[in-house]
DNA sequence: GATGAATGAGGCTTCATTCAT
DNA sequence: AATGAATGAAGCCTCATTCAT
């Protein structure tokens, strides 16, 4: 048996559940929740499955809890960056937009999550709820806040898209659902597809110059 | 219950592993691949569970016909809707846009093959590859191909994001998403949204006016 | 498909039933009466389920047929031969003992009937019974006539083993056993093992008398 | 039902294993392999069809391991008791033979695991080459010596059957298949019959020369 | 607190048997 | 006669959960 450093007892046990929650996150990567044994978890965390019924009373509760500490971990500062921003709102955007897609598309934790509520949505319809009035819906009004400034400020134009902010989620959606199916056939640059995705995107919320007449045209062609 | 109409037997037997597939969708749809039980499926296409197994040789060898099976009903006629494309870069790319999110996204055939997809990926790897080869690549393709050509005729600017034609399909994701996980909290109307999208990319995408002169120095800072 | 030489229908008919119990001889040798399906049974008779069970009632019953039909091939003739035996009774002894120690040992068909009688013989009992009535028995009998004959006649001594003539069948139970169980692994030439039989058990039947040299004689004939 | 005396939890651990092997033995002797059900060796045991798994990862392994457990029981000791035998030759054979002969007949366990193998030899190759290896090929050598060292002392004549030590082995074996076949029906007396067995190889293997007075002498005595 | 032996409900899968064609 | 689609009972095996130690 290697020595392993023996932490002190009272701290061994202040952690046991953060180990098996993360031993569980592991775990339900590999085989969704259904197909997860405990005994694995269990395993993979250094105790017994009757140390997990000791600190959760049911698999579904190792899942619950699991998806909440796992979400904490990467979207807990939201409002404290959002509160940050500095500059016109156009920068502003910019800078909320790459702070976003970096949580939403770069962590592990983040896109696993979105599969687990993705596959799992139905059984744990709160989890679902949770995730949209925590994060989506927050997430959603600090967009909406600078778009709408931005707008009042004659930055931007009111382009219909604004009506709908989620717009300009979608592509750091993608990057997510891209890595968990292709991720392994071909893979997406973050940075450069955020780039490219804010140029987009401001490019569109653009202000219509009144003296350019031919831009102006084809776009209510668009509209009709 | 009716006295059903008699079918000659040969007739049934051609159409049995269609009802068994489409039962399977459905509880698939309700309960996941795991927490399906195929006696249940059985039921709901009126047979046994032992049918079942004449026709498909084991629980994984439903769920990945009854994939393939959905998939086939909406996607597979892509080919044949681009080909027939008239009119404009712009129009050409718009009309394939309206057609393809309303394919994701308003079809809840998709939307659940995509939540497949998601939740069980990494089981069943091959479906995914196959969706990526038959669906999403050409997909791609046609988007790519409308794009650079309306580049080349000048309808088009040649945006970065043009490099990452995924960019184009990420609302119709994002609705597509939005419905399996929060459509039931809030809808999202796709027509409005679809052409909230168009009106916003069409205006990405549109070329830069040389004259127009402060949009252009905007831009730039963008692009930096 | 291949031409196939082509059957009046009448004559195919007729040997239908043939076919399906050599089918089942090898599918159950394959398998075991448990883990034999009748679908193989069928498909290596050329002809489906559903026709086994125009032929047969039970799987039992295609079992049981099968033994019987074996049996009958390899079995049939031990009166006969018999009562063809000609000489001495010590040459009829070696005679009757070549016999049938080839009839057990060298053919499959008896060496595999063994087998179903071990293994099966508590699920059918009747099977044992026959093969007790109709070839044990008889066979014994055969045996005992012989022996006691030769006692009679001063050819033999009345050892205490001609009260079990079973003795006289062992090496040949030995040699089908050996082949079931090791045959693969240390293979026994039958007949050399056979004519080292019999010299031992004529060795140990001779009578005592030293003055009874044409015996003796006899004996060394055998023993070349 | 006796109110059972409870035993310490460790002790009955060590000991479910042995139990489960017993129950599994009677079973699988009143049905064979496949048609036992590990429910009602679990119910025989005294536990639940559970606690056979935390045990023995399949059924396969329970029916080999208690093929292996069995054997062990009633052949383990053979080597102890050749070694340790005395006298002549000759006695040392007699004493061999009536030991192995009670091993190989007498026993239930011994007679049913010749079943086993001969019924499962297909499908367990290993149980017969473990079989061969650790029973079977030591019980040969064990006579070969002996019947070697006989010849060269000039007890024994170098008969053919001394190349086939299985020879001797083949009345044991006859015995076995008698009681597993026919023991309801007629018994055979396994002491008579041993007796007779090696009156009648002990007269087979008798030296020829007629002047031997003293080996004569001792064969007389072999047969009181 | 922690262990791990034991439980037993539940689901996948097999296959003998039936029967409409 | 023959087919083969359909049935449904039955058994193997899994694993969440319990609880005596």
Same mark, same amino acid.
């Given at each position: 048996?290697?020595?392993?450093?023996?932490?002190?007892?009272?701290?061994?046990?202040?952690?046991?559940?953060?180990?098996? #929650?993360?031993?569980?996150?592991?775990?339900?990567?590999?085989?969704?929740?259904?197909?997860?044994?405990?005994?694995?978890?269990?395993?993979?965390?250094?105790?017994?499955?009757?140390?997990?019924? $000791?600190?959760?009373?049911?698999?579904?509760?190792?899942?619950?809890?699991?998806?909440?500490?796992?979400? #904490?971990? $990467?979207?807990?500062?939201?409002?404290?960056?959002?509160?940050?921003?500095?500059?016109?709102?156009?920068?502003?955007?910019?800078?909320?937009?790459? $702070?976003?897609?970096?949580?939403?598309?770069?962590?592990?934790?983040?896109?696993?999550?979105?599969?687990? #509520?993705?596959?799992?949505?139905?059984?744990?319809?709160?989890?679902?709820?949770?995730?949209?009035?925590?994060?989506?819906?927050?997430?959603?009004?600090?967009?909406?806040?600078?778009?709408?400034?931005?707008?009042?400020?004659?930055? $931007?134009?009111?382009?219909?898209?604004?009506?709908?902010?989620?717009?300009? @989620?979608?592509?750091?959606?993608?990057?997510?659902?891209?890595?968990?199916?292709?991720?392994?056939?071909?893979?997406?640059?973050?940075?450069?597809?955020?780039?490219?995705?804010?140029? @987009?995107?401001?490019?569109?919320?653009?202000?219509?110059?009144?003296?350019?007449?031919?831009?102006?045209?084809?776009?209510?062609?668009?509209?009709?």
């Amino acid at each position: 048996m290697p020595p392993e450093i023996k932490k002190p007892r009272a701290r061994r046990k202040a952690e046991r559940p953060t180990e098996i #929650l993360d031993a569980a996150f592991e775990e339900f990567v590999k085989s969704g929740y259904a197909a997860t044994r405990l005994e694995d978890v269990a395993a993979r965390a250094g105790v017994t499955k009757g140390t997990i019924y $000791f600190y959760f009373e049911t698999k579904e509760r190792v899942f619950e809890e699991m998806v909440r500490h796992t979400s #904490l971990r $990467f979207f807990s500062d939201l409002g404290n960056f959002a509160s940050s921003l500095q500059g016109s709102h156009t920068s502003r955007l910019r800078d909320l937009i790459v $702070f976003v897609y970096g949580r939403i598309a770069d962590s592990r934790e983040s896109r696993e999550t979105l599969r687990f #509520l993705i596959a799992e949505g139905t059984r744990f319809p709160e989890l679902v709820e949770r995730h949209y009035d925590e994060f989506v819906q927050p997430m959603l009004d600090e967009f909406q806040r600078i778009i709408q400034a931005g707008i009042a400020a004659g930055e $931007f134009r009111a382009a219909p898209a604004t009506a709908y902010t989620e717009i300009v @989620l979608s592509p750091a959606l993608l990057l997510s659902l891209w890595a968990l199916l292709f991720g392994s056939r071909k893979e997406i640059d973050v940075a450069v597809f955020t780039d490219a995705s804010i140029d @987009l995107l401001m490019r569109g919320l653009a202000p219509t110059d009144p003296i350019n007449r031919a831009d102006h045209n084809q776009l209510a062609e668009t509209e009709s």
